[in-house]
């Protein structure tokens, strides 16, 4: 195939914000949609052959589908390809890229911002200010809320790809003891430097997660890991909202079982108005929720979307790059 020849949509474009996408234009046949809904995904598709998504859905039925007949590369906009049903692209010979790493340090220190959210609730005292309870204080201070010292607590990490390594080592130069666990149901031994993952939610301040979604890894942290808990520990969730039963975190934290949780990312994206954890976080001073943004320093997208095109050209070229399929 040549470069010129190729014919390419992003279905999501809107997701890379203000990060240009002109390159993509300039060098190839692209059309640019801000977003997509699933009805409008297969036409959208017609005579493309390739597609970047970041989010959108493409199942086995799109992926069978006539539309999808001349598609050959779908280059995910992501790390995480679960969007996209791997077997049945292998299955139509559909090659599928992402691009790994890519969002490092934009998540590792998002997930320390969480952290110190929930140890120090800078975020709750700056809306004190602007609602001007400090103005009206008798002292110079207020202590409305908590505060806690990360030096001298354990960080139990889940999940040590290159997120969770980064996130470590932030972690001890906050003067935190890290613990790191090994994969759950993992048969002793335990590999060097992992500890049990029972054994890991007993001791750990602060459990963090930075683990894939897959069959085995859905809602891993459900009743019976959020009782192995301290009371006064947190959670924090930078990677997949499936990794969390969601329901029985919001019970535990209403009922004192956890002392708070962070999470950027939901089981549905963007959430209903009546989503569990959104009506929750309206009631509940110990919930923090971000929009899934972790991931989404300027200098990550551009980062991002520069490894795409690489990974474009690489499939011009016959060469495999970052693939998973």
């Known amino acids: 195939m040549s470069v010129a020849g190729l014919r390419l949509v992003f279905l999501d474009a809107a997701t890379f914000g203000d990060v240009s996408l002109e390159h993509f234009s300039a060098d190839w046949d692209c059309t640019l949609h801000p977003s997509s809904s699933p009805d409008e995904v297969p036409d959208r598709l017609t005579g493309r052959d390739a597609v970047v998504v970041n989010k959108v859905t493409l199942d086995r039925n799109v992926l069978a589908s006539p539309e999808t007949r001349e598609l050959k590369l779908i ?26 790493r890519y969002a490092t340090q934009s998540v590792a220190q998002f997930t320390m911002a969480l952290i110190l959210e929930l140890a120090t609730h800078a975020g709750r005292y700056q809306q004190r200010v602007r609602a001007g309870a400090w103005q009206r204080s008798p002292m110079f201070t207020l202590l409305d809320y908590p505060a806690m010292e990360l030096c001298g607590k354990s960080l139990g990490i889940i999940g040590l790809g290159s997120i969770g390594q980064a996130v470590a080592g932030m972690a001890r130069s906050f003067g935190m003891e890290v613990l790191v666990s090994a994969r759950p149901n993992t048969p002793p031994p335990i590999p060097p430097g992992r500890m049990d993952f029972s054994d890991l939610l007993k001791r750990a301040d602060v459990v963090t997660l930075h683990c894939p979604l897959t069959p085995e890894t859905q809602n891993l942290i459900d009743s019976r890991a959020l009782s192995l808990m301290k009371p006064t520990a947190f959670l924090v969730n930078t990677a997949r909202g499936g990794l969390v ?22 089981s549905r994206e963007p959430p209903p108005a009546d989503h569990p954890v959104i009506v929750a976080s309206a009631e509940l001073e110990n919930l923090v929720v971000t929009p899934h943004c972790a991931w989404s320093a300027r200098e990550a997208r551009q980062r991002l979307l520069d490894e795409v095109a690489e990974n474009v050209r690489a499939f011009i070229s016959g060469a495999e790059r970052n693939c998973v399929v």
Do not use: F, S
């Open 75 to 100: 280059a995910v906009a992501a790390t995480g390809t679960d969007n996209v049903d791997l077997e049945a692209a292998r299955a139509h010979g559909i090659r599928v890229c992402n691009v790994p």
């Open 245 to 266: 039963h969601e329901g029985v975190l919001v019970e535990a934290l209403k009922q004192g079982r956890l002392a708070g949780a962070a999470l950027d990312v939901l």
